[in-house]
DNA sequence: ACCGGTCTGGAAAGCGGTTGCTAGCGTCGG
DNA sequence: CCGACGCTAGCAACCGCTTTCCAGACCGGT
């Protein structure tokens, strides 16, 4: 039953005020308004239902209070954790999140990137965007997470170091073969974590498996590792790690007494497995938090932030 | 390096033309324009980097071409996927989406669908809703998503039908022991479901637990019901069977010889457990699609779909 | 009685687009 | 040669809201 949407106007006239004076209660702001005036003009909002228009706010305004969000798939547990935190965070000050996936496809994310910036978001959040957006002539604050780009500021865990942090749990444990289930090109920093820990603790370099950030990649990387016999594996991403578990119980591995398994991410999921994973988290809601802070108050323009991870243990690499 | 954004206007002035004009060869729309003009125009556009503001058309035109999604919780993988593939829809139809989380509060609830009517969105999508949202005044296409609401258009799967399925599955394999993981109230169909495929094979009624659909919840609820010695359980989410299986493992029964396990859902995860899950997968990409085609068409007011499942067989059932 | 100050409400100008209406003008048929 | 028509481009109003500026009312002080 859609009627047509009550304006300020309606609300003015049925008040017998002007529309200056309902624009003045609804914002609460400096103008002194009489309380009686004001209390008539809350009646009639209340009486027709009054909802302010938030497209012609923002037009008159210039600005939408709305911050855009793209990941690379909106299904990876890992980018959906992080969308809900920036939601969270954004809602808390007042603002809106329109989220969208780029599949990971460099056109489609221009193409998305465009949508939101005609859509005069406030913001521009690109999860783990890929190589170069081209993001020069944009005129709102944009945001890179887990991934630094040349030209704006970035927040992301501490990949190298945790990495680090998680494969040296791993030879504390005596292990002396660890391999590693790595991404694609462009996120070497796990990958040097893991060769800090194996050269600090004076090992040789273990086998490598190259494979998407996927279940099913980890799944397949798992299987080729398997020939080099590692006694421990450790994988850059929760989703691969969770293809690796599948892969050795197939094999009749086990986990961790015959192949100990460690990995990044530490999404809620990891906490389920079987066995449960011993993981490497990376701290969603602070770089959510702090994402949205430098959106907001534009600060920090620039700069790289580094956030710490912090290493759980669980089962899965024999505690 | 914010400079203050290029607007029809420049764009007009660069190419020697009227606002109107630009507005004609950005909209292609039926107003001809000489290709010389055209062309001018273009270059006007291209030259500057010109932008329109969807705010102000949004404006003037009356719609935004934005849904709004609310979704229990974003983090929630059956969620994510199904925001995943209304974005995609939306996508396709030149729509952009607004998500948020509710928590599950029906008074953030009502607080969100505030907000997003006040932003204008041209359609909202209310992902299992709790009880009464009070959609009375709203003045856009509502829709809501696995749970029937009093007033407004829904879609959702076949649950009753599709529990019963799934149970009927497990009959198959012999069991005559069968329980049931339940959600909270307010979700009755896979309840009556397992109870119909229990009656039909002429079973006596199995054990249930009630919990809330989270993992931790289904391993709470299996670490009870296992004292009734089940031979198989039936899980009302897939978070719930995951749960289910943690806590078979630890308790060292094993899936399926000793107990076998099937849950409602179907998201990728489940196929990467241990062992995989037999699951009754929700249609996410059709309920999507068909949601989407209605906010958009607005036809079918008020009509509830029910969209059949699929019965995805894998190991944890003995298959 | 007059003046200045304070307080409240209204008029109106945009924000950046869209679009109905109109005007200029070249062309063509009569 | 003249009038009509078709094509292209411009004017201007409007979408709903914010905000500046102004006007009037009322007060107290002189």
Redesign the interface.
Known sequence: M????VTRNDVAEYAGVSTAVVSYVVNEGPRKVAPETRERVLDAIRAL?Y??????R??RMGT?R?FGLITP???N?LF??L??AI??EA?ARGY??????ADGDPVTERA?I???????VSGLVLVAPTADPSLD?V??PVIAINRVLPTVSSVRPAYREGARAGVEHLVSHGHRVIGLVIGGAGHPERELGWRDALTAAGLPEGPIARATFS?EGG?RAAQTLLSAEPTAIFASSDLQA??V??AL?EAGVRVPEDVAVAAFDGT??T????P?LTVVRQPVELVAREAVRRLIDGEDAMEALTVPTELILRRSCGC
């Open positions: 859609p009627k047509d949407p239902g909802r302010p228009n938030a497209t012609a923002a037009l939408t709305t798939d909106g299904g547990p959906a954790e969308a809900k939601d969270r809602a809106v999140v329109l989220q969208t996936s998305k465009a949508e939101l910036l005609t859509r005069q002539d005129e709102v279940r799944y969770i293809g578990l599948r119980h809620p999921e906490e389920y497995t079987w449960p």
